[in-house]
């Protein structure tokens, strides 16, 4: 079945951001988390240390409308840069404005609100916001309060 998903690095901290995003849509992970110590060494790259093999190799997170999060911890050792910026957003289109809110309001603890939740002139409530692990979201509700 085809799907669409969103994949996202972060530099050791993939397991708590899942960990918030799973409290927050309140699903499950689709598989048990897999680690870097599961993967085979790779040609020429020096052993992991130990607390590279319990980094994040793979993750995966269904949120809303059968959209799956993915993500992984990216490793310096490895030559991984992680540049934050606004590369990736997330836009949500929850079914109720009550939905909306909930998840808005979950999603802004610790994080920035760019725009609050607001009726916008095509008609919808629309609102962003960066989450406290940086990542950028977006709302867009069609049903009318």
Request: charged share 15%; hydrophobic share 35%; proline share 5%.
């Given at each position: 079945m085809a799907r669409t998903s969103t994949y996202l690095n972060f530099m050791g901290n993939t397991e708590a951001a899942f960990n918030f995003?799973?409290?927050?849509?309140?699903t499950e992970f689709l598989a048990p988390i897999d680690r870097m110590g599961s993967a085979p060494a790779m040609?020429?790259?020096?052993?992991?240390?130990?607390?590279?093999?319990?980094?994040?190799?793979?993750?995966?997170?269904?949120?809303?409308?059968?959209?799956?999060?993915?993500?992984t911890?990216?490793?310096?050792?490895?030559?991984?840069?992680?540049?934050?910026?606004?590369?990736?957003n997330l836009n949500l289109e929850p079914d109720t404005l009550a939905e909306t809110e909930?998840?808005?309001?979950?999603?802004?603890?610790?994080?920035?609100?760019?725009m609050p939740l607001q009726q916008m002139f095509w008609g919808d409530?629309?609102?962003?916001?960066?989450?406290?692990?940086?990542?950028h979201w977006?709302?867009?509700?069609?049903?009318?309060s």
């Open positions: 995003y799973r409290s927050v849509f309140g040609p020429g790259q020096p052993p992991l240390s130990e607390h590279e093999k319990n980094l994040v190799l793979h993750v995966a997170l269904p949120i809303t409308g059968g959209h799956v999060l993915m993500g911890d990216m490793m310096e050792s490895m030559g991984h840069t992680l540049k934050m910026g606004n590369n990736v909930r998840l808005f309001n979950a999603l802004a603890q610790g994080g920035e609100v760019g409530t629309y609102g962003t916001l960066t989450d406290k692990f940086g990542i977006m709302f867009n509700c069609t049903e009318k």
